[in-house]
């Protein structure tokens, strides 16, 4: 009874925690379904207080409405209930990610995936997301450097300062391309990216866009850093310009500083747009050397090019080789020609052919040497994997091979012993005769040359044996051929001189010779039977 107890008590372990284990499954999938769409939402209130700051900025600085008007109150209004609604967005993710390790590690308490870096993550985020403009912020007096090196202060609104910060919030769009890239869509991905030990962050999805399509990325992230920036810059230096055109001024300092080029036309004259263009070449400069990395690669030879190529270059070589060769062996004909020439005229032929003969050998061994170079630069084009696939379908073919050659060798080995053992259990020595049913059967191996006889041939191929018999007996040997399935030879031993036969056969080539035979100790072997030398023998090589 006991052991019924305990055997339902395991049975319903095992089916609470297999429907635990579901239970656990389909709650991770709702709060990756929710984690996706509060990121989503977060973006949408980033972008959102970001576009209302960008247009309260520039109908003030157009000087079309003020700052104490009702539209310019609105709209830093419903930026300030964007950005309190972005930090609640910020914190219901991150109380999702601590849901969601919870499940992973199978704890119960929330303070176990709290930790200290998760801590950091979220202070920093709310830093990031909680600087924005808000009614009644004013002025602040803002440092120019003017051309004579002179400095004043100029009074900036202080919704400039705080509106260049918010551009920092680019960040929750790199989160919604990890979320929603295919490598993190795939559970299969991430299952063999954490057998790797590889995280899933942002870093991975800009490298595989970049290995995927890197024109694409370094051309969409120019575009966007050149906008921005130049926003920036504007509302940095156009406070102090007397010029209008300060966005086409901006855009041009912006893209001249990323190439590193800097024509000096346009300075900045504040030291937030100083800081900006030192930001600017830095991140130029990076992208010009990822530009051309991405473009190098692209005019980059394939493998099979190259292949071509080397193929191409190395069979011109070899016909420059043989024409050079065969120049050699011209000129040495004519230098000995001309040696043996006794004609006055001939030294002059003779210099000629000599100098002509040192540049054929001169222009051979540059040849060799291009020859040697090429095949240098062709090893180096080896695929590695390629050779390794190769060779392991080599060494499998090998294996496949041998295992045969095994069981062929086992086989041959297995009828070996049979054939032994029928000639030994049919080699009974009784008083120095052989019945009937001691006969033995040699069976002859197809395409030897027995098959090749005819029936009623008194002259098979068989060869003569010779041992010692010191009991000499006459004996009886008559061989037996059978169609089917194979030719049998029957060796039988009679006491008298009579041959015995065998019927029910197709056909039967009967030989009869006398012959001599030795007897120890009522032994008989196959292979000391002695027959005379006129007639057809049974050696031990037949057998």
């Given at each position: 009874?006991?052991?019924w ?6 049975i ?5 925690s297999?429907?635990?284990?579901k239970?656990?499954?389909?709650q991770?999938k709702q ?9 989503d939402f977060s973006l ?14 520039e ?15 609105a ?6 209930v ?11 993710y991150?109380?999702?990610e ?10 119960d ?7 200290t870096?998760?801590?950091i993550k979220?202070s ?8 924005c403009?808000f009614?009644?912020s ?9 051309e004579d090196?002179h400095v004043?202060?100029?009074?900036v609104?202080?919704?400039?300062i705080?509106?260049i910060p918010m551009?920092l919030?680019v960040?929750?769009f ?19 990216a954490?057998?790797n ?11 595989t866009m970049?290995?995927?399509h ?9 575009m966007i ?10 509302q ?5 310009r007397p ?6 001024n ?8 990323f ?5 000096g ?5 504040t030291?937030?747009?100083r800081?900006?263009a030192?930001?600017?070449g830095?991140?130029g400069?990076g ?10 690669r692209?005019?980059?030879?394939s493998?099979?090019?190259?292949h071509?190529?080397n193929?191409?270059a ?7 080789r043989?024409?050079?060769a ?8 004519f230098i ?14 003779l210099r000629q ?13 540059r040849?060799?040497w291009?020859?040697?170079?090429l095949?240098e630069?062709?090893?180096s ?9 190769e ?6 073919e ?16 297995q ?9 030994m259990?049919?080699?009974t020595p009784?008083n120095?005769?052989?019945?009937p ?6 069976v ?5 040359a ?12 068989f ?5 010692a018999s010191p009991?000499?007996?006459?004996y009886s ?10 030719h049998?030879l029957?060796v039988?031993?009679?006491s ?6 065998n ?9 009869e ?10 032994d008989?072997e ?18």
């Amino acid at each position: 009874m006991a052991s019924w107890n305990v055997l339902f008590r395991l049975i319903r372990q095992l089916v609470a925690s297999d429907s635990t284990a579901k239970m656990r499954c389909r709650q991770r999938k709702q709060l990756f379904q929710q984690r996706n769409q509060c990121c989503d939402f977060s973006l949408v209130l980033g972008l959102l207080g970001l576009i209302l700051v960008v247009i309260d900025t520039e109908i003030t600085a157009l000087n079309i409405v003020d700052k104490t008007d009702y539209p310019s109150i609105a709209l830093r209004s419903l930026a300030l209930v964007s950005t309190v609604l972005l930090i609640g967005t910020i914190i219901n993710y991150h109380r999702i990610e601590v849901k969601i390790a919870l499940i992973d590690s199978g704890a119960d308490d929330w303070r176990v995936a709290v930790s200290t870096d998760r801590l950091i993550k979220l202070s920093i985020e709310i830093l990031i997301c909680i600087v924005c403009p808000f009614p009644g912020s004013g002025v602040v007096n803002w440092t120019y450097v003017r051309e004579d090196h002179h400095v004043s202060s100029v009074p900036v609104p202080m919704d400039v300062i705080m509106s260049i910060p918010m551009y920092l919030r680019v960040y929750l769009f790199c989160r919604f391309m990890v979320l929603h890239s295919r490598q993190f869509q795939d559970a299969a991905t991430r299952s063999i990216a954490a057998l790797n030990r590889i995280s899933m962050d942002f870093w991975f999805v800009v490298k595989t866009m970049m290995s995927d399509h890197p024109l694409r990325v370094l051309i969409m992230f120019t575009m966007i850093y050149w906008l921005c920036a130049s926003w920036a810059f504007t509302q940095c230096e156009r406070w102090d310009r007397p010029f209008e055109h300060y966005y086409m001024n901006s855009l041009w300092f912006v893209i001249v500083t990323f190439l590193s080029i800097g024509y000096g036309d346009v300075v900045p004259r504040t030291y937030v747009g100083r800081a900006l263009a030192v930001l600017t070449g830095i991140v130029g400069a990076g992208v010009s050397s990822a530009l051309i990395a991405v473009i190098s690669r692209k005019l980059e030879l394939s493998r099979a090019e190259k292949h071509v190529n080397n193929f191409m270059a190395d069979s011109k070589l070899t016909n420059q080789r043989k024409n050079a060769a065969a120049s050699v062996l011209q000129h040495t004909w004519f230098i000995h020609r001309y040696q043996r020439s006794s004609n006055k005229g001939d030294d002059l032929r003779l210099r000629q052919h000599q100098r002509k003969f040192l540049n054929a050998i001169n222009e051979f061994r540059r040849i060799k040497w291009d020859q040697r170079k090429l095949q240098e630069r062709g090893n180096s084009l080896l695929d590695i994997g390629k050779l390794h696939n190769e060779m392991h379908e080599t060494l499998w073919e090998m294996h496949r091979t041998q295992d045969q050659f095994i069981t062929q060798i086992d086989l041959l080995t297995q009828r070996i012993g049979d054939l032994q053992n029928v000639i030994m259990t049919q080699q009974t020595p009784q008083n120095g005769t052989l019945s009937p049913q001691n006969t033995v059967n040699y069976v002859s191996p197809p395409g030897s040359a027995y098959n090749n006889y005819p029936p009623n041939s008194n002259h098979p191929p068989f060869h003569q044996p010779k041992l010692a018999s010191p009991n000499p007996k006459r004996y009886s040997v008559q061989a037996t051929a059978i169609t089917m399935p194979e030719h049998v030879l029957h060796v039988q031993k009679s006491s008298d001189n009579t041959p015995t036969g065998n019927g029910g056969l197709v056909h039967q080539h009967a030989i009869e010779k006398r012959g001599t035979l030795s007897q120890t100790s009522n032994d008989l072997e196959p292979d000391e039977t002695d027959i005379s030398a006129s007639s057809p023998l049974i050696t031990r090589q037949n057998f």
